[in-house]
């Protein structure tokens, strides 16, 4: 896997949807979040689902800049197939803003914010989650947690139905840049994080979800990008990581384009 995608199943609103297989991250060896427990969790849709992201204010929405043309944002889903009509809000897109300096995901600066047509209207199951104006760089050994509906197992033919997280483990850089993990393959910069398995349990996102959170101390520091496989001990996911310079960009884009 380059970028992390694809899941199948059955979206469910106030329509009904025929959901394909698309972009994304899944999640290996998680589990079933409390439902609406995580209400800033946002699911991306071309013409079909397509990635994650993060509702990060009432009109717009942060995600990985290779999920591309997405078109629809769906907000206060848990399960996929059940009627969450009186949960869910349904916002189209009005612009996409990709980083500019992004070109490929394995690159670097893959993060995109979204413009909504309309504000959210924040409820029990519809939260904004704001960004803090620094954020820390997560030291090697730090426990984290990321989310998505993507698929369960590498193998897998499809997504999970409901909302799954799991927690994972940052790896030093100058590891993941070694020969057992990225040397040759890709180069991890001081704007990107490695997170995955702690050296035993295997943990990890992968098809179902780029776009989505990496959140540490229960703030948010990255945004699901890229990796090899799923679920492999040396071949973390990589994610985007917010710097000070991203936090500007985002910031001035939202500022710049109300």
């Given at each position: 896997?380059?970028?992390?995608?694809?899941?199948?199943?059955?979206?469910?609103?106030?329509?009904?949807?025929?959901?394909?297989s698309?972009?994304?991250s899944?999640?290996?060896n998680?589990?079933?979040?409390k439902?609406?427990?995580?209400?800033?969790?946002?699911?991306?849709?071309?013409?079909?689902?397509?990635c994650?992201?993060?509702?990060?204010?009432?009109?717009?929405?942060?995600?990985?800049?290779?999920?591309?043309?997405?078109?629809t944002?769906?907000?206060?889903?848990?399960?996929?197939?059940?009627?969450?009509?009186?949960?869910?809000?349904?916002?189209?897109?009005?612009?996409?803003?990709?980083?500019?300096?992004?070109?490929?995901?394995?690159?670097?600066?893959?993060l995109?914010?979204?413009?909504?047509?309309?504000?959210?209207?924040?409820?029990?199951?519809v939260?904004?989650?704001k960004?803090d104006?620094?954020?820390?760089?997560?030291?090697?050994g730090?426990?984290?947690?990321?989310?998505g509906?993507?698929?369960?197992?590498?193998?897998?033919n499809?997504?999970s139905?409901?909302?799954?997280?799991?927690?994972?483990?940052?790896?030093?850089?100058?590891?993941c840049?070694?020969?057992?993990?990225?040397?040759?393959?890709?180069?991890?910069?001081?704007?990107?994080?490695?997170?995955?398995?702690?050296?035993?349990r295997?943990?990890?996102?992968?098809?179902?979800?780029?776009?989505?959170?990496?959140?540490?101390?229960?703030?948010?520091?990255?945004?699901?990008?890229?990796?090899?496989?799923?679920?492999?001990?040396?071949?973390?996911?990589?994610?985007?990581?917010?710097?000070?310079?991203?936090?500007?960009?985002?910031?001035?884009?939202?500022?710049?384009?109300i």
């Amino acid at each position: 896997m380059s970028c992390l995608g694809a899941f199948t199943g059955l979206l469910s609103c106030m329509v009904l949807l025929i959901v394909h297989s698309s972009d994304g991250s899944e999640i290996i060896n998680g589990k079933e979040v409390k439902p609406h427990s995580l209400p800033y969790m946002a699911l991306l849709l071309r013409t079909r689902p397509a990635c994650g992201g993060i509702l990060i204010d009432e009109s717009w929405v942060l995600t990985a800049a290779h999920c591309g043309q997405i078109r629809t944002v769906f907000l206060g889903v848990h399960s996929i197939k059940a009627n969450e009509a009186n949960s869910r809000q349904v916002i189209n897109v009005k612009k996409r803003f990709p980083h500019p300096q992004y070109v490929s995901a394995t690159k670097g600066n893959d993060l995109m914010l979204l413009k909504l047509d309309k504000p959210v209207k924040e409820t029990r199951t519809v939260k904004c989650l704001k960004l803090d104006d620094a954020i820390k760089d997560p030291v090697a050994g730090t426990s984290c947690m990321v989310a998505g509906w993507g698929k369960t197992n590498e193998d897998a033919n499809a997504g999970s139905d409901v909302l799954m997280s799991v927690t994972v483990t940052v790896v030093d850089r100058e590891k993941c840049n070694s020969a057992k993990y990225y040397k040759g393959i890709y180069q991890i910069t001081s704007g990107m994080i490695c997170a995955g398995s702690d050296g035993k349990r295997i943990a990890d996102s992968c098809h179902g979800d780029s776009g989505g959170p990496l959140m540490c101390s229960d703030g948010l520091v990255g945004v699901t990008s890229f990796g090899e496989g799923c679920g492999r001990i040396h071949k973390p996911t990589v994610y985007s990581y917010l710097t000070e310079e991203q936090l500007k960009w985002i910031k001035e884009t939202m500022k710049s384009n109300i």
